[in-house]
């Protein structure tokens, strides 16, 4: 294939994937794959992966782009025929317990055996070398086991199921990222090693912004430590007029309680509560103001006074809005099973661009010979090696100018991932930092402050970006447009730099200069309402899920970058937004055409406690208890086990163990788990629970490890601000003179090295 002819094609054109995953994470991180352009082929059980029955629109969302065959792996010539397609492929990816892949020989040592330049890709529910790494979990499994469904406040006290699935989610961002990175690996040093993540590991993503433990907190962080009952979380959202519901950045950021916002709207009765703000005493006074006028005059009255302001809508609404269809974040499929409807589109837009993808296939729509026949043998590949750093992105530089939450986190987990991570702030410091979340997205990186208006900080600038393999950031393209740090003056600076950036509601459209928030990103693609049961007040999901997968998409978009690279010798770019990973999250509904209704969703409860009969959470004598069928089969079993049984009176472990001999999910909804997670010897081990020694925290405990890469921790810290200023200089060339003109002309903020090295 000539350049110019490759250059047409998404990054990951003659990429071939078998991919032998169900439910939600596997698949939609392959359907990713697929539209950017791997041929990715489905292999699935006799009847079919179950979720073609259980969510016939997600199955249709997760799945496509991607050819169907089936194979049954418990037969020994299914296996064979299997070990033919692996034979030719690129990529394997499986969410097999680590016992059920060793018996039907897919575990990473086996396949090395007999395909040593196969990578292989794991997302099973627990990771290997983990206490439950051979249980068959779920999403809701997970979320129960490891304290996350008791993170969460709700309608009534005690735990609540959580609608979104957020440990699937995120999962599937780091899986396809992971994947992604080692292809990139494998065309920079010939070097082919396997990825894993798990649903445990995507549901400690978020919980890095809020699981830590502090030897000393700021007195200025105390507000902002997220604790489980928060009433913060709730105090933005207000009713109209009208009974539609809005959701503001106030409580959060403060523009709707400052004097000159309410003045101007003439709220005079709310001046005098501006100095303290929105509270849990006041929060009724607040919301009977909003009550008095339509949804409508508040958001173009916030909007005209640069407040945040979002309608609360229900899933699938804002498939149709304006600002979804400019950036590309939905599209018309005609799927043969649901019908013509618009459907979620890849979160991630990436250049060259990404295709759309065909409907998902009908079970076994494609022979094995076929795939066969058209997939001539892979070039011979070294395999495995275990020289020095293993990771992915050794090696590489990425720079990141973003704040808050989501460009820092992407950044983080390019750090994960391997590459060196230089925190480029303003000399106040990133925003970000009087959040506790700071040291849940900064671990690892270096901090270099500096004025990027000034002549001497763009000079500096300029060497800094020369330097750098990746730039990751989510500030609005306006401002970075006018340093230098959008697309086009990153490439002024360095022709082959990859540019990954994150925005608020995408690059296009009426909403591409609005500031935008994890809380209203949740609140215009209907998580708020999801979240909340039937008819309740909406919520705010406190763990900033949006924000996290954003900032994994942002990963993802700067490896496929980086393969474009590699594989064209062009840099390649992509963006992603809040917007497009919410509308990808609610990719469970697609709306009709032309009707133009949502497709029905199973609907959480108004006590929060499940969607359905055998998805659902029940207070037993001694805690509480989850189930979550897999399939019809599970739920038929339970059900016929409730006929004969009351759960009156009843111990959560007993029933677990009972129901687990009849072959259905369940699990113990466990409470209050920060201190047991991380003391747990396990998870410190695995580099789950790590401990940093910083100069700003002193010892901080914090949650890591969303990849397993076969390599070793290394040491970690949170960096102070300015602290690594005059070493990366240093590596840029600038003299200790040059360097201290710098910091006295008031260009540079940096810590002296005595400083840092008593700290």
């Known amino acids: 294939m000539s350049e110019s002819r490759r250059m047409e094609q998404p990054p990951l054109s003659g990429v071939r994937i078998v991919d032998l995953t169900s439910r939600l994470a596997g698949p939609f991180a392959t359907r990713v794959l697929a539209e950017a352009g791997a041929d990715v082929v489905k292999v699935e059980r006799p009847g079919g992966d179950p979720e073609r029955e259980l969510r016939v629109v997600g199955f249709a969302g997760w799945n496509r782009a991607k050819r169907s065959v089936v194979i049954d792996l418990d037969d020994a010539s299914g296996r064979v025929g299997l070990d033919e397609l692996l034979a030719r492929a690129d990529v394997v990816v499986h969410d097999l317990p680590a016992a059920r892949a060793v018996e039907l020989g897919l575990d990473d040592e086996t396949l090395a055996g007999r395909h040593p330049d196969l990578l292989v890709a794991s997302v099973p529910g627990y990771p290997v070398g983990h206490p439950l790494a051979d249980l068959d979990a779920t999403d809701a499994m997970v979320q129960a086991a490891e304290g996350f469904m008791d993170e969460q406040q709700g309608n009534r006290p005690g735990p609540v199921w959580i609608r979104m699935p957020f440990p699937s989610w995120c999962a599937a961002y780091a899986l396809a990222a992971g994947i992604v990175a080692r292809l990139v690996q494998r065309e920079r040093d010939g070097v082919v090693l396997p990825v894993a993540t798990s649903l445990f590991q995507g549901s400690l993503a978020p919980a890095a912004l ?343 998409a942002a990963c993802l978009g700067a490896v496929l970058g980086l393969y474009t690279l590699a594989t064209t010798g062009r840099p390649g770019a992509a963006d992603t937004s809040l917007l497009s990973v919410g509308i990808a999250a609610a990719s469970e509904v697609a709306v009709r055409r032309p009707a133009g209704g949502v497709t029905e969703t199973p609907g959480l409860d108004a006590e929060q406690t499940g969607v359905g009969p055998a998805h659902r959470i029940h207070q037993l004598q001694d805690g509480w208890l989850a189930v979550d069928a897999r399939d019809e089969r599970e739920a038929a079993a339970y059900a016929s086990w409730l006929v004969g049984t009351s759960l009156e009176g009843r111990r959560v472990e007993p029933t677990v163990a009972e129901l687990a001999a009849l072959g259905v999910a369940a699990a113990p909804v466990r409470l209050d788990q920060l201190d047991d997670f991380m003391d747990s010897p396990v998870h410190r081990e695995l580099g789950f629970s790590r401990r940093l020694q910083t100069g700003g925290y002193g010892a901080i405990d914090l949650v890591a490890g969303f990849w397993s890469l076969g390599q070793s921790v290394p040491e970690q810290s949170v960096p102070e601000l300015g602290e690594h200023s005059r070493e990366i200089l240093d590596e840029l060339g600038y003299s200790d003179e040059e360097v201290s003109g710098l910091v006295a002309a008031g260009s540079v903020h940096a810590l002296s090295r005595a400083l840092r090295t008593s700290t």
């Open 210 to 552: 809020y699981w830590q433990r502090w030897e000393r907190l700021p007195e200025t962080l105390t507000r902002h430590t997220l604790p489980k009952i928060w009433p913060d979380a709730a105090l933005s959202i207000f009713e109209c007029a009208d009974g539609r519901w809005v959701q503001l950045a106030g409580a959060v950021g403060g523009w709707i309680e400052s004097p000159p916002v309410l003045e101007a709207l003439a709220l005079a009765d709310l001046v005098d509560l501006s100095e303290i703000g929105v509270t849990p005493g006041n929060w009724s006074t607040w919301n009977e103001v909003f009550g008095e006028r339509p949804c409508d005059w508040w958001l173009e009255s916030l909007s005209a006074a640069d407040v945040p302001c979002i309608e609360i809508r229900h899933l699938g609404e804002c498939f149709t809005d304006q600002q979804a269809g400019v950036n590309g974040y939905v599209v018309e499929v005609d799927d043969p099973v649901v019908g013509p409807a618009l459907q979620a589109a890849t979160p991630v837009q990436t250049t060259p661009a990404s295709a759309v993808g065909a409907p998902a296939p009908l079970l076994g729509s494609t022979r094995c010979a076929d795939v066969l026949a058209g997939w001539s043998q892979r070039e011979p590949r070294p395999g495995r090696t275990a020289a020095g750093d293993t990771r992915p992105l050794a090696g590489l530089r990425a720079l990141d100018f973003g704040s808050a939450i989501a460009g820092p986190f992407g950044a983080q987990c390019l750090g994960d991932l391997g590459a060196e991570v230089v925190k480029v702030e303003p000399l106040s410091g990133d925003r970000g930092r009087v959040l506790t979340q700071f040291a849940g997205a900064h671990r690892g990186k270096r901090s270099l402050a500096m004025d990027l208006k000034s002549v001497e900080g763009q000079a500096a600038l300029d060497r800094l970006v020369a330097s750098a393999d990746l730039v990751l950031h989510n500030m609005r393209l306006g401002p970075a447009g006018r340093l230098g740090l959008d697309g086009p003056g990153l490439r002024r600076r360095n022709p082959t730099v990859v540019f990954s950036h994150v925005s608020a509601y995408g690059p296009l459209g009426p909403m591409a200069g609005f500031p935008g928030y994890d809380p209203t990103a949740q609140a215009m693609t209907g998580w708020e309402h999801a979240n909340a049961g039937e008819g309740q007040t909406p919520i705010w999901l406190r763990n900033s899920v949006f924000d996290v997968t954003a900032g994994l």
